[in-house]
């Protein structure tokens, strides 16, 4: 299946376990059965001061952030979720720095959990660049249950792809 690219990372094991829950058409009430509704972030404006509050509780010392915003195109152009971008210009004698943290359009429709899950992806690269050891251990410290809702919101990717959306 084309749709459990999503998971292609993980273990045979898991992939046909998931492959079963698709066939016996459960995937759309597992996911309801963790998470009932969607958050009430859907502006710019919220999602800034959402990550911000984030930010200033784990990261407080990191590079500060010039933009946080939704983004339509992240899924269709890069196939991600999120981005985390910096950049240097200069100006003058001066060069200028600006963080910016870019969160799929998709997930204004989604459970908190999973924002929070992209949020802390992406401020996470303040600190560490690469995925390695390192990142995902700050993503945990951030997050306990960063694992899972990772996990999760690859159901609901596949979901998305297959179904539609799930919630409202």
Same mark, same amino acid.
């Given at each position: 299946?084309?749709?459990?690219?999503?998971?292609?990372?993980?273990?045979?094991?898991?992939?046909?376990?998931?492959?079963?829950?698709?066939?016996?058409?459960?995937?759309t009430?597992?996911?309801?059965?963790? &998470?009932?509704?969607?958050?009430?972030?859907?502006? %710019?404006?919220?999602?800034?001061?959402?990550?911000?509050?984030?930010?200033?509780?784990?990261?407080?010392?990191?590079?500060?952030?010039?933009? @946080?915003?939704? %983004?339509?195109?992240?899924?269709i152009?890069?196939?991600?979720?999120?981005?985390?971008?910096? @950049?240097?210009? @200069?100006?003058?004698?001066?060069?200028?720095?600006?963080?910016?943290?870019?969160?799929?359009?998709i997930?204004?429709?989604?459970?908190?959990?999973?924002?929070?899950?992209? @949020?802390?992806h992406?401020?996470?690269?303040?600190?560490?660049?690469?995925?390695?050891?390192?990142?995902?251990?700050?993503?945990?410290?951030?997050?306990?249950?960063?694992?899972? &809702?990772?996990? %999760?919101?690859?159901? &609901?990717?596949?979901?998305?792809?297959?179904?539609?959306k799930?919630?409202?």
């Open positions: 299946m084309k749709s459990l690219r999503y998971i292609a990372a993980y273990g045979e094991e898991t992939i046909s376990q998931v492959a079963k829950i698709i066939e016996q058409k459960k995937l009430k597992l996911l309801l059965s963790r &998470y009932e509704k969607s958050h009430t972030i859907t502006t %710019d404006k919220a999602l800034y001061e959402y990550t911000m509050a984030l930010k200033n509780e784990y990261l407080k010392k990191s590079q500060p952030l010039s933009k @946080v915003i939704y %983004d339509n195109k992240i899924h152009i890069h196939d991600a979720l999120g981005l985390h971008t910096y @950049v240097r210009r @200069v100006q003058g004698a001066k060069i200028k720095s600006k963080n910016e943290i870019r969160v799929g359009g997930f204004k429709n989604t459970p908190l959990e999973f924002l929070r899950m992209i @949020v802390v992406e401020l996470a690269h303040l600190k560490e660049k690469e995925h390695n050891k390192a990142f995902y251990k700050l993503c945990t410290y951030m997050e306990p249950n960063y694992g899972q &809702y990772e996990f %999760d919101m690859r159901l &609901y990717m596949i979901h998305l792809e297959m179904f539609g799930v919630w409202k």
